[in-house]
């Protein structure tokens, strides 16, 4: 089912679960009800401040994840998988930038996905991925 609708006097287009506006951002929503009431979250970039801040504020102000997922615009499944990831390997990975990785690296893996039976999302917070998706790619 495709959707048009006015959202901040942009056009959107929702397209099964997934809305676009122009070409620049892309937005999820979750069903809510009947499928013309939807929530919609802004997939944006985050800044290595904003990450932090995220951290802080759920980690000492106790703040939830979908208040957070809300101020920042964020889904708070992704919110979690970056609170895990920086629980595991400290803030210094925000530092690592764009990488590229060997056949090696992603046969190895993928070995532990498919061989060992491990959870995908387990096996990108171990490697250090900047998310989750990355594995399925």
């Not at 932090?52 to 208040?67: C, M």
Request: hydrophobic share 35%; aromatic share 14%; glycine share 4%.
């Amino acid at each position: 089912n495709n959707y048009r609708k006015i959202v901040n006097n942009f056009p959107i287009i929702v397209v099964d679960t997934c809305i676009q506006i122009c070409p620049y951002l892309h937005f999820w929503y979750e069903p809510r009800n009947s499928d013309k009431n939807f929530e919609v979250f802004i997939m944006s970039k985050l800044s290595k401040q904003d990450k932090i801040d995220i951290y802080n504020n759920w980690k000492h102000y106790h703040k939830s994840l979908s208040q957070l997922g809300r101020e920042y615009g964020v889904r708070p499944d992704n919110l979690y998988y970056l609170i895990r990831l920086i629980d595991l390997h400290g803030l210094e990975i925000l530092n690592k930038s764009y990488s590229s990785y060997s056949v090696e690296f992603k046969k190895t893996a993928i070995k532990r996905i498919l061989i060992n039976d491990e959870p995908a999302n387990q096996v990108s917070l171990d490697l250090g991925l900047p998310s989750s998706g990355m594995i399925y790619n």
